[in-house]
């Protein structure tokens, strides 16, 4: 009886899973603050919490992610690239193409039949090209993230953001409150705009089809519908946080077998 | 400013949301402060951002052109003037007063004055005091010069690792002055380099710049009026040629009462 870990401390969510036979049994979310060496070890201990393990039943563990640099413990470290195309491929082993939006990066990634990656493209070190741009305008309209994607679907004239950067798209966004602009318009407009940054990485690799979307963005029903208006349809996992860390832990099961 | 461009008021105040209002409350404090009613002032001429919204100008020239003239003033051998505002960055390439070449970056806020309010926000710190902290580092750190928002992430982290302030701080103005070097690359960097703009009053980012331009960079005595300077002296000439030529004085009509949006 084996059992593998994969852990993913991404710039926000801190996310593990625990897969057996290349399926998923458990999986566990914090936020991930500050001191990524100590989120890693409580999401490990919850992780094993929750499934009723011990640190001696996991044969191998994988990490990825922005602060996979500094994990205490975990036997490999992979590139949340190549975690990703793995993750996508064991839910949806169609899918051709995987757009991951994450807190600090947007990436667009061709997988092959077998979870490899073929091709990929990752935005700049700039906050509009990520899930931070978001954020950072739902923080100016008092908003909750989870609020946002649904209310931007009431949106009847999605404002231009001009800049494409996210602190002058703040100034933006309160102007447009002062003009008496719905938060809505505003909203509708963050999410064109990424949707457009994501679409320029797209146009960079080419597009395949099926296509999915993971990563924090994934649940943004905001962003999923901007992004489908360029003609894209979008495949979503249940679960799209834990796609990297569900891939982190098949790689982990695959380097033993 | 007089006919012998001596400075007799100078007035410096947030600009806030309403342009056309501040304008006029501008312009009542500095003819108050030279003891001069409205009348007697003989050619006014608006720049900036919000040049259009003076409804009491006789014209209204570009921050560039303006600044040029303002920075020639102060320093006559300036051949590069480096200004960094509140939200762009602008590198100009002047000789004998007359501007050349200039590149600008208005997309993004990394690079800019408005980087340093955020840095300096999150820090809990007064804009004020980010220079001469910073001097006191030993061990400066790197920072993300390529966006605003990261950069703060970075120095959250730094500050929860225990790096002594000054020392993050030293790598914030090395970040803007480098991104702000690579700018004005194309100019070709020579001396004199002036630094004006509010920036320019943050003596870590001033010694930042020398280092990342291997320069001396010189500083005006009020790095914020480069631009209205050199707007009064161009009104000056421009008085002066029409009177030489027996042409009137070309003046708008001149409004000097509040406008609102509502009117």
């Keep these: 009886m084996a059992w593998f870990t994969g852990i993913d401390i991404g710039s926000g969510t801190s996310k593990g899973v625990i897969t057996k036979d290349g399926k998923l049994e458990v999986y566990h979310m914090l936020a991930s603050g500050v001191n990524y060496r100590m989120v890693s070890q409580k999401l490990r201990e919850e992780l094993l919490a929750k499934a009723g393990l011990c640190a001696e039943d996991i044969a191998r563990t994988v990490t990825t992610g922005h602060g996979a640099g500094i994990i205490p413990f975990g036997n490999q470290h992979v590139a949340d690239i190549q975690c990703c195309a793995k993750g996508i491929n064991c839910i949806f082993p169609s899918v051709r193409m995987v757009i991951d939006v994450q807190g600090q990066s947007s990436q667009v990634i061709q997988v092959d039949k077998n979870g490899q990656v073929t091709n990929f493209a990752v935005s700049e070190a700039c906050a509009s090209g990520s899930g931070c741009f978001i954020e950072v305008i739902a923080n100016v309209l008092q908003l909750e993230l989870k609020d946002i994607g649904p209310l931007s679907l009431n949106a009847k004239n999605p404002v231009t953001f001009t800049t494409g950067c996210a602190v002058f798209g703040e100034s933006e966004a309160i102007s447009r409150v002062s003009e008496g602009i719905p938060k809505e318009d505003i909203l509708a407009g963050v999410h064109k705009a990424l949707a457009g940054k994501i679409s320029t990485l797209i146009d960079r690799v080419g597009l395949k089809e099926p296509c999915a979307i993971s990563g924090g963005g994934g649940l943004n029903v905001g962003l999923i519908k901007r992004v489908e208006e360029l003609g894209i349809q979008l495949l979503v996992p249940p679960q799209p946080q834990i796609v990297n860390a569900l891939g982190a832990a098949i790689m982990a099961e695959e380097q033993v077998t | 400013m007089d006919r012998d461009e001596e400075i007799c008021a100078s007035v410096i105040t947030h600009t806030g949301a309403e342009h056309r209002r501040l304008a006029n409350k501008v312009m009542e404090k500095a003819l108050g402060q030279a003891g001069l009613s409205f009348d007697e002032i003989s050619y006014v001429i608006a720049t900036g951002y919000g040049r259009i919204r003076v409804p009491f100008a006789d014209r209204q020239i570009t921050e560039l052109t303006c600044h040029a003239r303002g920075v ?49 926000d999150s820090l809990d710190l007064r804009l004020d005091d980010l220079g001469s902290l910073s001097l006191k580092s030993t061990n400066k750190v790197s920072i993300s010069s390529t966006c605003t928002v990261f950069a703060r992430q970075e120095v959250v982290s730094r500050i929860s690792e225990g790096v002594p302030l000054e020392d993050i701080l030293a790598g914030i103005h090395n970040a803007i002055a480098s991104r702000v070097a690579r700018m004005v690359e194309r100019l070709k960097v020579e001396p004199e380099v002036v630094f004006t703009g509010g920036v320019a009053k943050n003596i870590g980012v001033v010694k930042a710049l020398e280092e990342n331009l291997g320069c001396e960079v010189l500083v005006p005595e009020e790095p914020l009026l480069s631009g209205a300077i050199g707007a009064a002296l161009l009104g000056k000439e421009i008085t002066l040629k029409a009177i030489a030529q027996g042409r009137p004085i070309p003046r708008e009509e001149r409004r000097l009462e509040e406008v609102t949006f509502f009117q």
């Design chain 2, 72 to 120: 020639f003033r102060s320093s006559p051998d300036v051949r590069l003037a480096i200004d960094i505002g509140g939200q762009d960055a602008k590198g100009l390439k002047i000789n004998g007063g007359k501007l050349l070449d200039f590149t600008m970056s208005d997309k993004c806020a990394a690079g800019t004055g408005r980087f340093l309010e955020i840095i300096a």
